[in-house]
């Protein structure tokens, strides 16, 4: 599917390798498409967000896509070109040896303000003057599948794509249900909390009682919402700190260590979660982000405002099913651990992943004596590259114990460290520069662009923590994707609805009914995600699931 004359589509039947099947056909819309072919399992178009919107729009879903773009972006990381643009006028350009155009640039989120007239709207790269839509998008589209089956692992980097495909899908379907948000209860725990919301943008009163505590408390006017203006007054009282984060200010004994730390807690929600948030994100009764599948170097989804994947717990009493339905939330159990023991094949951890929701115990049991929070911190060590402290010593015992575990992660830290190509265990490639950064493992903004990288030094230390851990996370972010794409098949005859994802957690809002179906549907879908990433592995994805009214009882 493609662009078409007067806002139209173009579609044309392919073959299973990506050759036309029979003429191209016209649509004024692609709904219009979609009817005509009724049948057809599979729509390859230059990207999710242009079509599909307008498919729910009209009532009309499809079964699975080939989203160009995001296809694009895989194969430029596999290939190490990391932040090239990836629209279908830009893959077109690079197939055609021409001047690359730049990717559409990020559109205004909700809450900012919309362009004016004068304002030039996001768009995407127009193809050049005279150039089929169609023909490039079926050029592009083999193309990419011959960069794929030249890679060391076609059928792993083939589930990738299809993988992120589906994920764009169900990104898109859960924008439009939307997560169940009560505005009144949101309301009234903002007023219960800050003591009700003062008109001309003046600080709620609870804030402001904070605040006068905070200064009574260093015995001059303090602001505590400038953390270098508290860290002057702290010093100013014979008090060393470095900076105002909670567990330098816990160590603290002072009197005005309580009511600043009250004071950061609510103004992040006050500021994060407040109610100009609430008058911008939840409309009709329901909190629609926008969410960004591969926004991260990992893959991790990311969202375009609203911050949706960190919902703090106590805002989370607002997020109430409709009447007569329910929201089965189910957390995986463990799951970076247990993609470990799948990726490196361990026989030892796999083993004490088989069947357990709690991994950490049953790797206490074989290996630490029963002492599972020493399991916990030598198995996270492992994979954030904690080498220091207790954490070092247990590290030892986890490498005697698990070597094929720890080798896993300590080849992938080596090879970042050495400025080498690291890669997801479906084929997601990280940057081995300072282009891995996403936010995630704290490797530090050193090196300029995407060039190759320093040898030695903290800089490389931090590259090689960045990749110990990216091994472990991206694959977990594609076993997620593939859990999202079975669980959407899984779903499908019943009234539920996927309405939310958050990295291993996800609520579907269902009929209070159909709890027991969906929680059927979970298990098949984690079981079936596990085999099609990881093949037949022994171990076991659980989650543990609640049945509940309200988000906030979940835990």
């Not at 992938?412 to 995630?440: F, I, K, N, W």
Request: hydrophobic share 45%.
């Amino acid at each position: 599917m493609a662009d078409g004359p007067h806002n139209g589509v173009t579609v044309c039947p392919v073959t299973p390798d990506g050759h036309p099947a029979a003429p191209a056909e016209t649509h004024p819309h692609p709904a219009d498409a979609l009817r005509h072919h009724p049948t057809a399992d599979r729509w390859i178009w230059p990207a999710t967000a242009e079509f599909y919107p307008r498919l729910l729009d009209a009532g009309l879903t499809v079964p699975r896509c080939h989203d160009i773009e995001a296809a694009e972006a895989i194969l430029l990381g596999h290939e190490g070109l990391w932040g090239l643009p990836r629209s279908l006028a830009a893959a077109w350009a690079r197939l055609r040896g021409h001047p690359v155009p730049a990717d559409r640039p990020p559109r205004p989120f909700a809450g900012e303000p919309a362009p004016t007239l004068f304002d030039a709207a996001p768009a995407a790269a127009p193809l050049p003057d005279g150039t089929d839509p169609l023909h490039a998008l079926l050029a592009v589209h083999a193309a990419q599948q011959e960069r794929i089956a030249a890679t060391a692992h076609p059928h792993r980097l083939r589930l990738l794509v299809a993988a992120e495909s589906a994920g764009l899908l169900v990104a898109a379907e859960m924008h439009r249900a939307g997560l169940p948000w009560r505005a009144d209860v949101h309301d009234a725990l903002l007023t219960e909390l800050l003591g009700g919301r003062y008109p001309g943008g003046l600080e709620p009163p609870r804030l402001a009682e904070l605040a006068e505590e905070v200064s009574r408390a260093f015995g001059e006017r303090v602001r505590p919402d400038l953390p270098a203006e508290v860290v002057r007054a702290f010093r100013r009282a014979g008090v060393r700190v470095t900076s105002t984060r909670k567990w330098e200010l816990r160590g603290i004994d002072h009197p005005a260590v309580a009511p600043l730390l009250e004071y950061k807690r609510l103004y992040r929600l006050h500021t994060a979660h407040g109610w100009s948030w609430l008058q911008t994100w939840v409309h009709g009764g329901r909190f629609r982000p926008e969410y960004l599948p591969g926004g991260a170097m990992s893959g991790r989804w990311t969202t375009h405002g609203g911050g949706a994947l960190q919902i703090p717990r106590v805002v989370r009493r607002a997020v109430v099913a409709d009447a007569g339905w329910r929201l089965v939330v189910a957390d995986a159990d463990q799951l970076e651990p247990r993609v470990l023991a799948a990726v490196s094949g361990d026989p030892g951890l796999m083993a004490a992943a088989d069947g357990t929701r709690d991994l950490y115990a049953a790797l206490a049991d074989r290996a630490f004596a029963g002492g599972r929070a020493e399991a916990k911190l030598a198995l996270l060590g492992a994979i954030y590259g904690q080498t220091s402290g207790d954490a070092l010593t247990y590290l030892a015992d986890l490498r005697r114990r698990f070597p094929a575990a720890v080798a896993y992660v300590d080849e992938a830290a080596r090879a970042g460290e050495e400025g080498r190509l690291v890669r997801s265990h479906l084929g997601r490639t990280c940057a081995p520069s300072d282009a891995a950064d996403d936010g995630e493992a704290g490797l530090p903004q050193e090196d300029g662009g995407g060039g190759a990288p320093a040898r030695g030094g903290a800089a490389a230390r931090a590259r090689g923590r960045f990749a110990r851990n990216f091994v472990v996370q991206a694959s977990a972010a594609e076993w997620a994707l593939c859990l999202l794409a079975a669980l959407r098949q899984e779903l499908a005859g019943l009234r539920a609805e996927l309405v939310f994802f958050q990295h291993d957690e996800v609520i579907v809002h269902c009929p209070a009914e159909e709890a027991p179906a969906v929680e059927k549907a979970l298990a098949a879908a984690s079981a079936r995600a596990g085999e099609v990433v990881f093949g037949a592995t022994p171990v076991v994805f659980s989650f543990t699931t609640a049945v509940v009214e309200c988000y906030a009882d979940a835990k």
